[in-house]
């Protein structure tokens, strides 16, 4: 839980002579706004769109959107083909008003198979646009089990049907026994009595879909990064310009330190950062700019 800013300052912004909590709580409110929208506001919606192709080994084709700086937009390559053709997807991602909670449907085009990546607090949103779209959702993967990114999961299941939800071992019970992460929930969360697994070195295949999953913890025990192609879904471990939390009891800023410098930030820059808050970024805009980071 927590938009990108929420993380301890590194020591030469605390050092400025506005103080720490001053310029803290300046820090967070500028990454409350997103590309232009105020995601505290009541009311407020967010839908960003990135179209992708990738050929059979993951190489980058094109990034139709977010580009930056030319980094993630450089346009269209020649496909490396071989028999079965390239693997086609587009990302649209809803936010709820409250927290700005990304959660991310992605889609192959061809096959229309699909995931749901986090349950925000607007499901409705999410359930719209799959219905618009057409897409067959196969599962919903959970990047942590924090209530703005678990919140929807019930109305999600409703519109979806008895498709399967994926988490990390160590936030299982979270999602199978109803228990917060962090504190007692304003709501009633479903039962999934036998969620599958999101582990580190066994990839996850949802339909035409495979995801490498990445253990990144620190923000929660159970933090996972999940890869398909040159896309990497973050959650609450790296941000376009910050990274995760780490106040809470249950948080560790050591592990999380480590789990983004080695094995985020050791893959190539144009690799696309979508994380659970806040706009896009890559790898290489965030080992050159992360102020967390540099």
Same mark, same amino acid.
């Given at each position: ?28 409110? &500028? ?17 960003? %769109? ?23 937009? @450089? ?8 028999? *079965?053709?390239q ?17 991310y449907?992605? !889609? ?15 499901? !409705? %949103? ?9 897409a067959?959702?196969?599962a919903?993967?959970? =990047?942590h089990?924090?209530v ?29 026994? *109803? ?28 339909? &035409?879909?495979?995801? !490498? ?11 996972? =990064? ?7 879904? =973050?959650?609450?471990?790296?941000? @376009?310009?910050s990274?995760?939390?780490?106040d809470?009891?249950?948080?560790? =800023? ?20 979508? &994380?659970?808050?806040?706009?896009? &970024?890559?790898?290489?805009r !965030?080992?050159?700019t992360n102020?967390?980071?540099?």
């Amino acid at each position: 839980m927590g938009w990108p800013g929420d993380a301890p300052l590194p020591r030469r912004d605390q050092d400025r002579s506005l103080g720490p909590d001053r310029t803290a709580a300046r820090h967070r409110h &500028s990454h409350r706004r997103v590309e232009g929208q105020h995601v505290g506001r009541r009311g407020a919606r967010l839908r960003r %769109q990135v179209s992708c192709c990738f050929d059979d080994r993951g190489d980058r084709l094109a990034v139709a959107a977010f580009a930056l700086d030319g980094e993630a937009g @450089a346009g269209p390559r020649r496909p490396h083909r071989r028999a *079965g053709g390239q693997l086609k997807l587009e990302v649209e991602a809803t936010a709820d008003a409250r927290f700005g909670t990304n959660s991310y449907l992605v !889609e192959d085009t061809d096959t229309h198979d699909a995931v749901v990546i986090d349950a925000n607090l607007e499901p !409705e %949103q999410m359930i719209d646009l799959v219905r618009r779209r057409g897409a067959h959702v196969k599962a919903i993967l959970l =990047t942590h089990t924090d209530v703005d990114h678990l919140g929807g999961l019930e109305k999600l299941l409703k519109a979806f049907g008895a498709v399967p939800v994926a988490v990390h071992p160590a936030e299982r019970e979270m999602v199978a026994e *109803g228990k917060p992460l962090r504190r007692s929930l304003p709501f009633e969360l479903p039962l999934v009595v036998e969620p599958e697994l999101l582990e580190e070195g066994r990839p996850y295949q949802a339909g &035409s879909l495979e995801f !490498e999953v990445l253990h990144t913890p620190g923000h929660s025990p159970g933090g996972v =990064t999940l890869k398909i192609g040159k896309l990497l879904f =973050t959650g609450d471990a790296l941000f @376009a310009g910050s990274v995760g939390r780490t106040d809470f009891p249950n948080s560790d =800023t050591q592990a999380l330190m480590e789990a983004v410098k080695g094995k985020l930030l050791v893959l190539d820059d144009d690799y696309v950062v979508l &994380s659970g808050h806040g706009p896009a &970024s890559t790898i290489g805009r !965030e080992k050159r700019t992360n102020p967390f980071l540099v």
